[in-house]
């Protein structure tokens, strides 16, 4: 099985930008992310943190952020009562930058 950052590692980021959004990125992934900055600067020619850079690059809105937390916290409470168990973040992200943003 192929991972899911192989031939798009720039998707890793955007996976992390939409946890962040919704209040679940890991502290190890957002200390990873944060000292990829130097080299993300220097890739794509942008400044600011990882997390303005992600949005920079793929276009995101200013309301972005809040229009993700809407649909996560919509989304998680039908998946629970759906399914009685908790929904998943990770899985979430994934899906939602699969679906919106053609696994960027």
Same mark, same amino acid.
């Given at each position: 099985?192929?991972?899911?950052y192989?031939?798009?590692?720039f998707?890793?980021?955007?996976?992390?930008?939409?946890?962040?959004?919704?209040?679940? /990125?890991?502290?190890p992934? #957002?200390?990873?992310?944060?000292?990829?900055?130097?080299?993300?600067? *220097?890739?794509? %020619?942008?400044?600011?943190s990882?997390?303005?850079?992600?949005?920079?690059?793929?276009?995101?809105?200013?309301? /972005?952020?809040a229009?993700? #937390?809407?649909?996560?916290?919509?989304?998680?409470?039908?998946?629970? *009562?759906?399914? %009685?168990r908790?929904?998943?973040p990770v899985?979430?992200?994934?899906t939602?930058?699969?679906?919106?943003?053609?696994?960027?």
């Open positions: 099985m192929s991972d899911r192989d031939d798009k590692p998707l890793r980021y955007v996976d992390a930008w939409v946890l962040d959004a919704i209040g679940h /990125l890991d502290e992934t #957002r200390a990873y992310c944060a000292a990829m900055e130097p080299t993300m600067r *220097q890739s794509l %020619g942008l400044t600011g990882w997390v303005q850079m992600v949005a920079e690059q793929m276009k995101f809105g200013p309301d /972005l952020p229009q993700v #937390r809407k649909i996560w916290e919509e989304g998680k409470l039908r998946f629970e *009562q759906g399914n %009685g908790p929904a998943d899985q979430f992200a994934m939602f930058v699969d679906r919106n943003f053609g696994r960027a």
